[in-house]
Nanobody, 123 residues
Framework: VQLQASGGGLVQAGGSLRLSCAAS????????MGWFRQAPGKEREFVAA????????YYTDSVKGRFTISRDNAKNTMYLQMNSLKPEDTAVYYC?????????????????WGQGTQVTVSS
């Protein structure tokens, strides 16, 4: 699976962005998919994930109620709708795919990664 993230940009606090992750490969629908982010000087952290079989979604506490992860298997695309953005959301956002049965919340649980897209939230 090859992944390409897009949709990042500069937005003011309180604004919204929608990230997309386009996947190649016919087996996209059988992978659990996730979003991670990495701010300068910090480790890459889990943001959200969706299970391929049920569509269940998972979020880190800091984005619950603000971010929504979704996927369109027919288009081989995953999305992250980000609302009420805060300056602390500033980071490079990465999409990732995992073939594991469980939903990994650490980077090591994902075998495939996109190149990242920069999100900058100004105060």
């Amino acid at each position: 699976v090859q992944l390409q993230a897009s949709g990042g940009g500069l937005v003011q606090a309180g604004g919204s962005l929608r990230l997309s992750c386009a996947a190649s490969g016919r087996t996209f629908s059988t992978y659990n998919m996730g979003w991670f982010r990495q701010a300068p000087g910090k480790e890459r952290e889990f943001v959200a994930a969706t299970r391929w079989s049920s569509g269940s979604t998972y979020y880190t506490d800091s984005v619950k109620g603000r971010f929504t992860i979704s996927r369109d298997n027919a288009k081989n695309t995953m999305y992250l709708q980000m609302n009420s953005l805060k300056p602390e959301d500033t980071a490079v956002y990465y999409c990732a795919a995992s073939g594991s049965l469980a939903i990994p919340v650490v980077p090591g649980g994902y075998a495939y990664w996109g190149q990242g897209t920069q999100v900058t939230v100004s105060s």
